[in-house]
């Protein structure tokens, strides 16, 4: 009876969340169980049934939600906000309880594509496949898109750090990543991209959230620079990526520790990234070889053609 009645009660409180959410947002707000049953799991093996589902259609829609959250968690009430793609992840990161943010329902608009610097901006929810349709009509692709989920999302490919087949030569996603909106945890919104030193003291003397995020990592790495120099920037454990945030020269972007975050550290609304050109014609060659050592050393040879990919079986 005790466990019905706290069911029941608490059944009551995410209705009451859901009516405020739904005047305040343009996005769709679901309570129903089959809704909240169908994000429950991604490619995992984990199941998390959320309390709310809801579909952001802008980014003041996200911005509302998590500033709402924010607010509660400073009166001692968590609301655990989870930013979901399309779940092609295996890994639990677009599962969880509280409210679950399903992007690619309207936040996955392709905004425009700039021949020119070949750079294409777009919303988290465009999905891989929809990219590749609209910058063939250019022949260009995002390169460590490709071989990707089709049906997944850029959103989660940012969040997952992800490196496609042709990662060899192109680097993973962090490489083809321009430019990021992010929505922080309490609703303020902040442009991520590589800032001088001058402009990094600037916005070190911001007051609010973004202030005090630039002051604390920038003391996070000048207090641990010389571990941090010690780090492997390739790690997929961790956010080795921190090794990329500060250069020597003072300039700074938070942009790397957005990758493999799994959204952990804002909502991504936004995202500007380099594209490059096609090339038709594929040239390929099978080789065959003796033994392992041989086939090895063959491949040291070959990586000064600067090759698209080398396979070895």
Do not use: C
């Amino acid at each position: 009876m005790l466990k019905y009645r706290a069911n029941a009660n608490k059944e009551g409180i995410m209705s009451k969340v859901a009516a405020y959410l739904r005047g305040h947002i343009t996005g769709e707000v679901s309570t129903r169980g089959d809704v909240r049953s169908a994000l429950a799991s991604d490619t995992g093996v984990l199941t998390v049934k959320p309390e709310l589902v809801i579909y952001p259609r802008t980014t003041n829609d996200i911005r509302k939600v998590t500033r709402f959250a924010w607010q509660l968690a400073e009166k001692g009430h968590t609301l655990p906000v989870t930013v979901r793609g399309a779940g092609t992840d295996s890994t639990g990161a677009a599962i969880g309880k509280g409210v679950v943010m399903v992007m690619p329902a309207h936040m996955n608009r392709i905004f425009e594509y700039d021949a020119r610097q070949k750079l294409v901006r777009l919303q988290p929810g465009a999905t891989v496949s929809a990219l590749n349709s609209a910058l063939a009509l250019h022949g260009t692709a995002v390169m460590s898109l490709v071989g990707s989920y089709p049906y997944g999302t850029v959103g989660g490919a940012i969040a997952s750090a992800v490196s496609g087949m042709y990662a060899g030569k192109y680097g993973p996603i962090a490489q083809a990543i321009d430019q990021l909106e992010v929505v922080l945890a309490n609703g303020d919104v902040i442009q991520t991209g590589r800032i001088s030193k001058k402009e990094l003291n600037r916005r070190k003397g911001l007051q609010g959230f973004e202030g005090d995020i630039y002051r604390g990592i920038d003391a996070l790495i000048e207090d641990n620079w010389s571990k941090i120099q010690q780090m492997e920037d390739d790690s997929s454990s961790g956010y080795s990526s921190i090794t990329k945030v500060k250069k020597a020269d003072g300039s700074f972007d938070l942009t790397p520790l957005f990758f493999g975050s799994l959204g952990t550290l804002g909502a991504v609304v936004e995202a500007t990234l380099n594209t490059e050109y096609i090339v038709d014609e594929t040239e390929f060659a099978v080789v065959s070889f003796e033994n392992r050592d041989d086939a090895r050393d063959y491949i040291d040879i070959i990586k000064h053609f600067n090759p698209d990919i080398v396979e070895l079986f």
